[in-house]
């Protein structure tokens, strides 16, 4: 195979439901559309889901953009491969930049499994018809808003509800949570917020009572010992997220015993090549995964029902509905959560059709390379 052209569109769709963390609160999302055509003229297409701003990782749209086309746009034009791994050598020499990268290894799998005509779940390995969905629940005014929230979700029938925390938003909002929903699959999410102190660990010891299935990043990405000191004093299993972008990563926390349960994003480390070996060797540690999310557009959220489909994938996943976050997404059909539960396509690649007029309507900017 051989990609001869490259578009890369920076697409923005409102969020139906403004989204707050503990670092900052969105309300529409740019993200990047990378659509590849090879010399037969089949199409591949990824999405490069990085935030606007450097608040969850480094990467910015911007950043993005400009390592796309300064390295990864050359580097694969005219390149031949077989294997979307194959690929991923003519990028692997760029440190970092792992969302950027991302969109592009998502796009050769995207055409790598429609050339063979199969599911892209099947290409990577995956064994479920179907995948758990949980839901992301961000930051609200009050608690009252929050349980009308977590209300809604659960009668959807979602399988997990995950509550972003910060100091100050995180007993409180849980014990009410709990307190109304004692039978729910919870878990929090600090996104790397709390300072390693005395203070820290009494809190989330505090936590421990309200049967949590996990605490998702409670401190700074790069510390590991924090949180392996931490997992030693708790009952309730840690997960990492923004600590893990890449292999090496799983190592340490493991060795170190930093936490018990992965959060594995296609975004965070650079594709779904990186992300399934991320699971299999999560898997010959016995540490239990689920698919993470950076409010995809349908492209990345295809990418992460496909992934889940693997055996590891234990817990549920964010892999909630497209009409969580958008009117209208940029795949038909969307992805639907019936009773928390989402059908992994069975059609060839993606499995849902990318819809490029809707696209072209909400591009702010393309740009094309190759012919
Ligand atoms: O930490 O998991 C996170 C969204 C943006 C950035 C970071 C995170 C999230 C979410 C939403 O929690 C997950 C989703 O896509 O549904
Ligand atoms: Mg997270």
């Known amino acids: 195979m051989k990609v001869v052209g490259v578009s890369l569109f920076v697409t923005r769709l409102p969020l139906v439901h403004g989204f ?57 034009i005219g390149h031949e491969w077989e294997t979307p791994a194959e690929l991923a050598t003519t990028w692997a020499r760029i440190r970092g930049h792992e969302f950027a990268k991302a969109g592009f290894d998502m796009a050769a799998w995207s055409l790598y499994s429609g050339a063979r005509d199969e599911p892209l779940s099947v290409a990577l390995g995956g064994t479920r018809a179907e995948v758990a969905a949980g839901v992301s629940l961000g930051i609200e005014s009050s608690i009252d808003a929050l349980l009308t929230e977590v209300s809604r979700h659960v009668d ?15 007993i409180g909002p849980v014990r009410a949570v709990r307190a109304a929903f004692p039978k729910q699959d919870v878990h929090v999410d600090a996104n790397g917020i709390y300072a390693d102190t005395d203070e820290t660990t009494a809190l989330m010891r505090g936590l421990d009572e309200f049967g949590l299935s996990m605490i ?17 004093t708790l009952e309730t299993p840690i997960c990492l ?35 399934r070996a ?35 994938f234990s817990y549920p996943s964010d892999v ?30 993606l499995g849902y059709a990318v819809l490029p007029d809707w696209i072209s309507e909400n591009t702010i900017s393309h740009e094309h390379y190759g012919v």
């Not at 998702?216 to 030693?232: C, G, K």
């Not at 090496?248 to 594709?271: E, F, H, P, Q, W």
Request: net charge negative; glycine share 10%; proline share 6%.
């Open 20 to 76: 707050e963390t503990s670092s900052h609160r969105k309300s529409h999302l740019d993200h990047i559309v990378v659509r590849l055509t090879d010399e037969s003229g089949a199409v591949g297409w990824g999405e490069i889901a990085s935030a606007s701003d450097p608040f969850y990782s480094s990467e910015t749209v911007d950043t993005a953009l400009l390592v796309a086309k300064k390295y990864i746009v050359p580097a694969i």
């Open 156 to 170: 959807a029938g979602y399988r997990r509800v995950k509550l972003k925390i910060k100091p100050g938003w995180d």
């Open 216 to 232: 998702e990043q409670p401190y700074a990405p790069r510390n590991f010992v924090a949180h392996a000191r931490l997992q030693a």
């Open 241 to 275: 997220d923004e600590g893990v972008v890449d292999l090496d990563d799983i190592g340490t926390m493991i060795a170190l015993g930093a936490g018990r349960i992965l959060n594995i994003k296609v975004s965070r480390m650079g594709g779904l090549t990186v992300a």
């Open 278 to 312: 991320a699971h299999d060797l999560a898997r010959d540690a016995g540490i239990p995964v689920w698919c993470g999310g950076m409010h995809e557009f349908g492209i990345g959220r295809a990418a992460n029902v496909a992934l889940s489909s693997l055996p590891n």
């Open 320 to 349: 909630s509905a497209s009409e969580k976050y958008y009117a209208k997404d940029i795949i038909d059909p969307p992805v639907t959560a019936l009773d928390g539960m989402v059908t992994v396509p069975t059609g060839p690649g």
